[in-house]
């Protein structure tokens, strides 16, 4: 497995492993705790799995975390997405950076998104799930949402959006939610 920086979003990292395949299928290592750890990442850190199944066309996201934010390892354990992060942590270098994905069931790349950058995806292919590790307890209070097709984050959807939740539809842009957490996402708790 191998760990590249994404120049893109200070602290990104696209894991990637080598799938071994034969006549059977494929075989590939998607974690590896000393990959993880040689980024300078604890890989205990992480304590919650959780995985999606969208159909061609789902948008899910821009979401992120306020408080002390979420990090997460994104994976595309089948089919393909087209996968979004956007760095809304102030003091970054890449402060409102965006950076664009393909993740697919074929080549299993991992995409590490820290905490305080937006997430979404959409799904290509008919049926795609998507693996979530991540490295809080989920609380919805925390919750925040930003609208996928606001003009200022100008994110290339590469397909209409078939389907969209109600709490994606009705998400504020990215000036408002910005003023509503005080320029800061993610902030240090006390």
């Known amino acids: 497995m191998k760990a590249t920086e994404v ?3 200070a602290g990104a990292h696209l894991f990637e492993p080598t799938p071994h395949a034969d006549e059977r299928g494929f075989f590939c290592r998607t974690f590896d705790a000393d990959v993880i ?3 300078g990442l604890d890989p205990h850190a992480f304590i919650q799995d959780s995985v999606s199944r969208s159909v061609r066309g789902v948008l899910r ?4 975390r306020s408080g002390a934010g979420e990090a997460k390892l994104v994976r595309c354990s089948y089919g393909r997405i087209f996968d979004v992060v956007v760095d809304l942590r102030p003091d970054s270098p890449t402060y409102r950076n965006r950076a664009f994905f393909e993740l ?3 080549t299993q790349q991992t995409l590490y998104i820290p905490a ?3 997430h979404g995806f959409q799904a290509l292919t008919e049926t795609a799930d998507t693996s979530y590790r991540i490295d809080r ?3 919805p209070a925390e919750d925040v949402t930003i609208a996928f097709d606001d ?11 078939t389907s969209v939740s109600d709490r994606d539809r009705k998400a504020p842009g990215l ?3 910005l003023r509503r957490l005080g320029g800061h996402p993610q902030q240090k708790e006390s």
């Open 175 to 177: 000036a408002e939610v």
């Open 151 to 161: 003009p200022e984050l100008d994110i290339p959807w590469p397909l209409p959006a």
């Open 116 to 118: 305080g950058c937006a």
């Open 61 to 64: 996201g821009m979401h992120l």
């Open 7 to 9: 120049p893109a979003v």
């Open 37 to 39: 750890r040689s980024v």
């Open 137 to 139: 307890p989920h609380d």
């Open 104 to 106: 697919s069931g074929e």
